[in-house]
């Protein structure tokens, strides 16, 4: 849930569930999934956030 109270999914958690095992695989049928969402005449930004997410890196690195 977002501040605003609405459900949403990242796509890597979202593939997880999927049993896509790897996520190059799972961007290609989110990459399907949008063009079917504008095709249909709906708004891709209603359905779709690009959102990077941050990965930690090592802190104990010299």
Known sequence: MNEA???FWSSRDFGAV???SDYRNFEAVIEKAK???FNS???MEDH??????MIEI?????
Not at 58 to 62: Q, V
């Open 5 to 7: 109270g609405n459900g």
């Open 18 to 20: 999927l049993d896509y």
């Open 35 to 37: 063009l079917a969402c």
């Open 41 to 43: 005449g709906h708004r």
């Open 48 to 53: 779709f956030a690009d959102v990077s997410k």
């Open 58 to 62: 090592d802190k104990g690195a010299n």
